[in-house]
């Protein structure tokens, strides 16, 4: 079962939205959770993980304007993006990694969501 993110769409620059995954049926608590996004003609890049502790990382490109929380008894983690610019155009994927260690390696993930689009016009 993959994980199901949602949330995407279209907003203005300088605006919010919010990004929700969930891992329907599974209990992720104990796995560092990260979304990852893919903008058009691009690879694939780190944009924040969150760990069974709650500890968090960050991509240097949204430092300050996201945040990224979870909610075990819900199986939900979620990405707040403020102040959002062109570059935030993206496909945004949420991903579970079984290491023990937080990683930004997106090859140490093992389970995806199908991805949600976020648009951002000027």
């Known amino acids: 079962v993959q994980l199901q993110a949602s949330g995407g769409g279209l907003v203005q620059a300088g605006g919010s939205l919010r990004l929700s995954c969930v891992n329907p049926?599974?209990?992720?608590?104990?796995?560092?959770m990260g979304w990852f996004r893919q903008a058009p003609g691009k690879e694939r890049e780190f944009v924040a993980l969150?760990?069974?502790?709650?500890?968090?990382d960050y991509a240097d490109s949204v430092k300050g304007r996201v945040t990224i929380s979870r909610d075990n008894a819900k199986n939900t983690i979620y990405l707040q993006m403020n102040f959002v610019n062109a570059d935030d155009t993206a496909n945004y994927y949420c991903?579970?990694?079984?290491?023990?260690?937080?990683?930004?390696?997106?090859?140490?993930?093992?389970?995806w969501g199908q991805g949600t689009l976020v648009t951002v016009s000027s």
């Open positions: 969150i760990t069974r502790n709650g500890n968090t």
């Open positions: 991903a579970r990694s079984r290491r023990t260690l937080p990683t930004r390696n997106q090859g140490l993930y093992d389970l």
């Open positions: 049926g599974r209990t992720f608590g104990s796995y560092t």
